[in-house]
């Protein structure tokens, strides 16, 4: 077995020379074999063990850098961003429980649902928790006390996540912490229909619904456009009109079979208005009494899923919905939370 001239990678493999090469703190062996039938792990292993070698006997040989943001690979950047996520929602896991989802979602939807496509203002920002005066506003009156929490919780996330990175803004902070209090909520029903803990468990987390969060939301001080919001008891009618017209400019709808839906038509408005109201249940059963031919279809088909053990359909809609009024009116900016990543240089 011959190890390859190239061996170690990161992102390019070293030529035995003498111009030191950059290899990433989590070592990566790119090399091959001259007998076919050696195993590629044991060629692996060689080359790790050769570098090892190399800094036991010479640590001189040795030296580190930093690798700017702008060098990373894209396997690095979903590294760090998958490695902020976890720890972000561990951290917020117990701050906030399934009883906090409602609350949760409402400071989202009262946020978003200040944008004006019209003059691309306001949005989905985090501005409910920044602006004093937005929260003030008499629909937001009973969500004070839970943005506080969320703007305390803002603290354990910032001392979770590795410190070379952006600290977390507060519309992500937001969306983060109704992921998991929503995904506690919808486990409590899940372990309720199994017979075991363990059962629930698996069920829980085997077939649990995947909930994708892209992250890196600009926060912005500035509050949104008051009186836009409808009264939580407005009539369905009102509540409708003002969702299929949330995220869409003037006379761009269209008319006809093929036009594209706006982003909260009747079925994605049913399935978030309801899920942030105080309660509910109660609300769904309103929604579906006064427009019957608009929404007890839907609430019949959330039903039947959200019946089954792991309600994979209702969930799966939820989260195509959430993710949309996260979005709404939302400025990203793509390296949120990614940081320079020490790199180890060997001379040969």
Not at 36 to 53: F, N, S
Not at 178 to 198: E, F
Request: aromatic share 8%; charged share 20%; with cysteine.
């Amino acid at each position: 077995m011959a190890l390859a001239s190239k061996s170690l990678t990161t992102p390019k493999a070293f030529v035995a020379g003498s111009k030191p090469v950059a290899i990433r703190p989590r070592l990566q062996v790119s090399c091959k074999a001259s007998n076919e039938g050696a195993a590629r792990r044991d060629v692996l292993l060689a080359g790790a063990a050769a570098a090892a070698t190399l800094l036991q006997s010479s640590p001189a040989a040795a030296a580190t850098r930093e690798m700017a943001v702008s060098s990373l690979s894209t396997f690095q950047k979903a590294a760090q961003r998958t490695a902020f996520q976890t720890a972000a929602e561990g951290a917020l896991k117990p701050l906030f429980k399934a009883e906090d989802a409602t609350g949760l979602l409402a400071l989202m939807l009262h946020d978003a649902a200040t944008y004006d496509a019209e003059t691309k203002t306001g949005g989905y920002d985090g501005s409910i928790l920044i602006n004093s005066e937005e929260l003030n506003r008499p629909e937001n009156a009973y969500l004070k006390p839970l943005a506080a929490r969320v703007k305390e919780a803002k603290a354990a996330v910032d001392a979770a996540v590795d410190p070379k990175g952006e600290k977390i803004s507060y519309a992500d902070l937001l969306v983060l912490a109704t992921k998991v209090a929503t995904t506690q909520a919808w486990k409590a029903v899940k372990m309720q229909k199994t017979q075991t803990t363990s059962g629930g468990e698996i069920i829980t987390t085997v077939y649990g619904t995947e909930w994708p969060v892209r992250l890196g939301r600009v926060d912005s001080a500035a509050a949104g456009a008051a009186g836009r919001l409808p009264a939580a008891d407005a009539p369905v009618a009102e509540i409708t009109a003002f969702m299929g017209k949330l995220g869409v400019k003037e006379g761009s709808a269209g008319a006809g079979p093929f036009t594209p839906k706006p982003p909260f038509w009747e079925r994605p408005t049913f399935f978030i208005w309801p899920a942030a109201a105080k309660d509910p249940a109660a609300e769904e059963a309103r929604f579906a009494a006064e427009d019957p031919a608009n929404f007890a279809g839907v609430k019949r088909d959330m039903d039947r899923s959200r019946g089954t053990l792991t309600r994979t359909d209702y969930e799966v809609e939820f989260i195509n919905t959430f993710t949309k009024l996260a979005a709404m009116g939302a400025t990203f900016n793509p390296d949120a939370y990614l940081h320079t990543e020490t790199t180890l240089q060997l001379k040969f």
